[in-house]
Nanobody, 125 residues
Framework: VQLQASGGGLVQAGGSLGLSCAASGRTFSSYSMGWFRQAPGKEREFVAAINRIGTSTYYADSVKGRFTISRDNAKNTVYLQMNSLKPEDTAVYYC???????????????????WGQGTLVTVSS
């Protein structure tokens, strides 16, 4: 599956931004989807994930209550709505796809076989 992330940009602290990741190729609903991010000089870290049918989600503690992951299998797209953004949320955000059973939420980056190109989110203080 090929993934194309979009929606990044510059936003002030406290603001909101929505990311999208469009998939093409294999059937999108076959994949558990995740969002990861990598800040300058830091390791890539998990942000959020959702199962194949959109019934279960999982979030990193650092974004819980502020970010929401969702998906639309009819549109082959996964979303990340980011609210109450902080300067420490500044990073390149990547979407990723993992083969998984329908109800499983995949969170380990080693389990994701396909990655998008990343979109930059910059949060100014």
């Amino acid at each position: 599956v090929q993934l194309q992330a979009s929606g990044g940009g510059l936003v002030q602290a406290g603001g909101s931004l929505g990311l999208s990741c469009a998939a093409s190729g294999r059937t999108f609903s076959s994949y558990s989807m995740g969002w990861f991010r990598q800040a300058p000089g830091k390791e890539r870290e998990f942000v959020a994930a959702i199962n194949r049918i959109g019934t279960s989600t999982y979030y990193a503690d650092s974004v819980k209550g502020r970010f929401t992951i969702s998906r639309d299998n009819a549109k082959n797209t996964v979303y990340l709505q980011m609210n109450s953004l902080k300067p420490e949320d500044t990073a390149v955000y990547y979407c990723a796809a993992a083969d998984a059973p329908p109800f499983k939420v995949v969170v380990g980056d080693a389990d994701f076989g396909s990655w998008g190109q990343g979109t930059l989110v910059t949060v100014s203080s």
